[in-house]
């Protein structure tokens, strides 16, 4: 019979499945919205350590088989050059391309990559354009890109997913942003920066922006302690009230010119401003799932060509 597999007790320590957390992050309620820290500290919360590989054979607190993501940065950050590289053992992989969009699929598990930590500020991005997809920060007008406050969450994409910008959507009347689906991860402690996530896809919000539809997927880490108590919207909002509305004032006002304090929340509001169709409501984990496996229908139509390709690199 085959010997047991050992892992050393470091290994063990380092899983990203099973915890995939920042070392250095410390426990912040995922209800603690904190007020924006300066430049410096911000920038220096939002480097993310490199991601530790997991032993592929190991398997996540959920009972799910696990790869062997790690990453590697390229640049010093923040800058335009830096990128951040995923790998499986010493390839480096496409997260977009390369990583399966379900860890589970009856269990309603996805894979999540995490491209901005909670309480960072650096809009962080996988590169559509560029081979490999690499990790990114944004640019707008020639400069970096944050965002005006910083985000409460923990915030990534699914692999293999894409929202067709050619696709008007039959009750939403907008055309998909051209971009992997985003998920919002809601759980209890930040998760590094090019961290490979499994995460139970719970809710979903559909927000309009500037005329595009750009699903956000709500999910919670496997690893964090409530995961085997949601499994459901009404479960998510029971465990983390008042989240779900806050994800969504959050996203329909980052942009706007309007101003927020953890006492007043949003003020000043004139333009700028975010849209939700669906009457706004967090649709549960039956629509998810069905949003999920219909990007991930568009997402093979672009790799075999009945879409036509609009600068994006596919692999």
């Avoid at 050992?6 to 063990?12: G, N, S, T």
């Avoid at 007020?35 to 996540?60: D, G, K, M, N």
């Avoid at 539809?213 to 949601?230: C, E, M, Q, R, Y």
Wanted: glycine share 8%.
């Amino acid at each position: 019979t085959m010997a047991p597999l050992r892992v050393p007790l470091l290994a063990l320590a380092g899983i990203q499945a099973c915890a995939a957390f920042s070392p250095s992050a410390s426990f912040l309620p995922s209800s603690s919205l904190r007020p924006a820290t300066s430049s410096a500290l911000r920038h220096s919360l939002a480097i993310a350590p490199r991601a530790t590989v997991v032993p592929a054979r190991l398997r996540s607190a959920s009972g799910v088989r696990m790869m062997a993501y790690g990453n590697k940065e390229d640049g010093k950050f923040p800058s335009e050059e830096y990128r951040m590289f995923i790998t499986e053992g010493k390839k480096t992989i496409s997260p977009w391309h390369d990583i399966p969009t379900w860890a589970d699929k009856d269990k309603g598990i996805v894979n999540a990559l995490i491209e901005i930590s909670k309480d960072t500020r650096p809009k962080m991005e996988v590169a559509t354009k560029e081979a490999s997809n690499p990790i990114k920060q944004d640019m707008k007008k020639g400069k970096l890109r944050d965002y005006p406050l910083d985000i409460f969450w923990n915030y990534g994409m699914i692999p293999k997913t894409w929202e067709n910008p050619k696709m008007e959507h039959p009750e939403l009347k907008a055309f998909g942003d051209d971009d992997p689906v985003d998920i919002v991860e809601i759980g209890s402690k930040s998760i590094a920066r090019g961290s490979v996530v499994q995460c139970k896809a719970v809710g979903t919000l559909a927000m309009i922006d500037e005329g595009e539809l750009d699903w956000k997927v709500i999910g919670i880490s496997t690893a964090d302690p409530k995961a085997d108590k949601i499994n459901s919207v009404e479960d998510m909002e029971k465990e983390f009230p008042g989240q779900i509305d806050e994800i969504r004032e959050w996203f329909r006002n980052y942009k706007s010119d309007g101003t927020y304090s953890k006492k007043d929340g949003w003020t000043g509001i004139t333009e700028g401003a975010n849209g939700f169709g669906l009457d706004e409501k967090c649709m549960d984990m039956d629509y998810t799932k069905a949003v999920i496996e219909e990007t991930q229908e568009e997402y093979e139509a672009l790799m075999s060509g009945k879409v036509e390709n609009d600068g994006l690199s596919l692999k």
